[in-house]
């Protein structure tokens, strides 16, 4: 099968039109689905577990009809026992396998923390390397229809803290397939996260076998005046506020971070360098959030370059409300980021 590797050297390359071009369009969890039945087709380690991946909906689509293809030996139905689960999983990794465990929503992703954060993200530095853990965990996230405050949560920035475990969050079919490739074909666990109203969007994304490298974002809006780093589905939010505040006058560049664990510094030195404002889009609550470790990064490493304070847009610090009415006011949208881009740059 053919493989490709996005290649990002250079600051200036950053700016990737090829995930936006193209006349193949495919939706996110199509890019996903694909995704897995090459890397199943490619390599025969690499099997998929969690509740629910063999049936009719197969996790929203993106495990439809692989246990047909492959085999139930290596895309199987799990019963609700997360810690063992995870824990299994991390030992098929230790013992050579590439196994890929869903988590359909990341709140009971908690009950997986001891197997995650005490064995599998510690086990190459505990044996100097000479063990590799290459884990996948799919975990999706965030905002339902009334899910409320068991089956919303978006807990990302609790696992910054985890040495040895790495992050990736795209927002787009392309970013979605790519860093699924790339994360399945690393050797440490990564934690892959989706948010659940991104399942629908579409993009381009080329049929061939790709790899995005993790730890590295793109520039999807170039602009003067005020950068805006958006995590996940907020980059739909923040795209459409510097649609808006470009008729205000107001030049927004819109950076699409991809990994949050390594997060690509660079990329957002050389933008605040250029907008001298900061706005942080992200999908949890605001303390301890992603948005905050950001925010602690740029007061450390670009506090020279900003003309006013960092701003972040999160979701309150309360439990998420079931009703559709108060959810409507509880989750940050395009109005809360070009509300807070005005104050900065017009003050």
């Known amino acids: 099968m053919p493989w490709t590797t996005v290649q990002v050297e250079k600051l200036e390359n950053f700016y990737i039109k090829s995930d936006s071009e193209g006349d193949r369009i495919l939706s996110y969890r199509d890019a996903l689905h694909e995704a897995l ?25 993106t495990t439809k009809g692989l246990k047909e293809k492959y085999g139930e030996n290596r895309v199987f139905d799990t019963p609700i026992a997360e810690n063992s689960l995870t824990g299994i999983a991390a030992g098929a990794a230790m013992a050579g396998l590439r196994p890929v465990l869903i988590h359909a929503r990341m709140d009971f992703l908690l009950l997986s923390f001891d197997q995650l954060v005490n064995h599998a993200s510690k086990w190459s530095y505990m044996f100097a390397g000479q063990v590799k853990v290459p884990m996948v965990v799919r975990t999706i996230s965030a905002r339902g229809w009334g899910s409320g405050s068991q089956h919303s949560q978006c807990i990302q920035g609790m696992l910054m803290n985890v040495p040895g475990l790495k992050i990736v969050a795209p927002a787009t079919p392309y970013d979605a397939k790519g860093l699924m490739v790339s994360a399945i074909i690393d050797d440490n666990p990564v934690l892959f996260v989706e948010h659940r109203w991104l399942h629908k969007t579409t993009g381009h994304v080329p049929e061939e076998l790709y790899s995005i490298p993790i730890g590295r974002g793109v520039i999807r809006r170039k602009g003067e005046d005020v950068t805006i780093v958006a995590i996940s589905y907020m980059l739909v939010e923040a795209l459409k506020a510097s649609e808006k505040l470009q008729k205000e006058g107001i030049s927004a560049e819109v950076v699409d971070l991809r990994s949050l664990k390594p997060f690509d510094e660079a990329i957002i030195l050389e933008s605040v360098a250029k907008t001298g404002r900061l706005i942080i889009a992200d999908t949890g609550n605001k303390t301890g959030s992603v948005a905050s470790e950001i925010a602690a990064f740029a007061a450390e490493k670009a506090f020279h370059l900003l003309k006013k304070p960092v701003k972040r847009v999160c979701c309150p610090d309360t439990p998420t409300p079931t009703s559709d009415v108060l959810e409507k006011a509880y989750y940050p949208t395009d ?8 104050k900065l740059v017009k003050g």
């Open 37 to 61: 039945d090459q890397s199943l087709a490619r390599d025969p380690r690499v099997f998929i577990m969690g509740e629910g991946v063999d049936d009719v909906a197969g996790v929203f689509g």
């Open 335 to 342: 109005e809360d980021i070009y509300n807070e881009a005005v």
